[in-house]
């Protein structure tokens, strides 16, 4: 949906929350795709980083949120130790708080100052809020195997959530 920034509203009352957009730029690491998806781009022509946004599809209105996914890919394809849990709204809304405050953490291009410095308690309690929001509303699940079975999980965890039928995910 997004790249390094995904702009989202939390749902009011039975309201689905919503991603309105974010940035548009995937850097992946050339190797990396080579390896798991050999047709998506040639490695020899990208060394290095690359963007692969613009090959990715594109929405022009907000898109409804209905399970969130944390990811980790097991570096070898062939020997891939394989989880998938659903968080707790506990550790969701820690989730939840880490996303929103990576950027947050940054130095700046003068080293001087970082971002965290201009979010001042006001702010903070009102992030913390549409936290408590989002992880209520949305469930979360952790994704451990190769590319090709997290997609998997999330693709079964989504189609669950909006059919309404138990998705296998062990709680």
Known sequence: MAGDIALMRPGHGSETPRILGGTRA??????????WFPRLLTVDNHPGKVDIGSRLPTTESPVSLVS???VNI???P???MESYTQYSRHTARTVWLRASSHLLDRVLTDDVVVLREFENVRATRRRLSLIR???SQVPMIN???SVHMAADHIEAH???EVSGTPSGVVP
Do not use: F, I, K
């Open 26 to 35: 995937y850097y992946v690491r050339a190797g990396v795709v080579g390896r």
């Open 68 to 70: 969130a996914a944390v």
């Open 74 to 76: 097991d570096g070898d």
């Open 78 to 80: 062939h020997q891939v």
């Open 133 to 135: 929001v989002l992880a």
């Open 143 to 145: 994704s451990v195997g």
């Open 158 to 160: 989504a189609a669950a």
